[in-house]
């Protein structure tokens, strides 16, 4: 078990351009889960998948964030025409168990800087 | 809609000193609480779960209690060391499987 993996790292890009991350879960985990976190700010959840199925989406996210987890292992999260807004940490987390026991371990995150 | 507030949202305190972070939430009905620390620039790694029909979850140094009527949770953390100098969160589960996170209490511990 190496835990979750986020990839890149950092991300810097201009303003407009598309960018996509990806997050590789734990592999025994069903849920899968973004957020989107500023400076001095909790988590913000953006979505979440259980196997393949996107089961929530965060009605702040807009048309331009698209996330897919094709074969219930892997995600990526896709922003498209990028905004000096969306500059922030995206942290990935996945868990199992039921409501009551279900720990979510997160990733390193992503930091993106839209310039 | 679930509301989680943490206060203090900054703490400086002495190595060796016990301290009290708090988390309090607006809406009683949940399924857990979990205590999360996050090192600057890095993910968040859980400390402790507290599931709704428990009162307390201890790991070593560290002790979480819940309060459901009341809408509250504490994470004492015992002789504290530079080490725990962190963000500590706090997240509510109301059943949806999705956690509403607080801002996160910012912990200096200096030597």
């Known amino acids: 078990d190496t835990g979750v993996s986020q990839d890149p790292r950092h991300k810097i890009t201009k303003r407009g351009q598309n960018v996509t991350f990806r997050c590789d879960p734990i592999?025994?985990?069903?849920?899968l889960y973004w957020y989107r976190q500023t400076l001095g700010q909790g988590p913000e959840f953006l979505t979440y998948?259980?196997?393949?199925?996107?089961?929530?989406k965060s009605r702040l996210l807009s048309d331009r964030f698209s996330a897919e987890r094709p074969k219930g292992s892997f995600s990526t999260l896709e922003i498209q025409r990028t905004e000096q807004g969306d500059s922030a940490m995206y942290l990935c987390?996945?868990?199992?168990?039921?409501?009551?026991?279900?720990?979510?371990?997160f990733g390193p995150g992503t930091r993106l800087t839209v310039l | 809609k679930q509301e989680v507030t943490q206060i203090p949202a900054a703490l400086s305190v002495p190595e060796g000193e016990n301290l009290v972070l708090n988390c309090s939430f607006t809406d009683s009905a949940i399924y857990n609480l979990q205590w999360f620390r996050q090192d600057p620039g890095k993910g968040l790694t859980s400390l402790l779960l507290i599931q709704s029909s428990q009162r307390e979850q201890t790991s070593g140094r560290l002790n979480a209690s819940l309060d459901k009527s009341s809408g509250r949770s504490t994470l004492y953390i015992a002789a504290s060391q530079p080490g725990d100098s962190a963000t500590y969160l706090c997240a509510v589960n109301g059943g949806s499987y999705i956690p509403t996170f607080g801002r996160g209490t910012s912990l200096i511990v200096h030597p």
């Open positions: 987390a996945s868990s199992s168990g039921s409501a009551s026991t279900d720990t979510q371990y």
């Open positions: 998948f259980q196997n393949e199925a996107q089961l929530e």
């Open positions: 592999s025994e985990h069903n849920r």
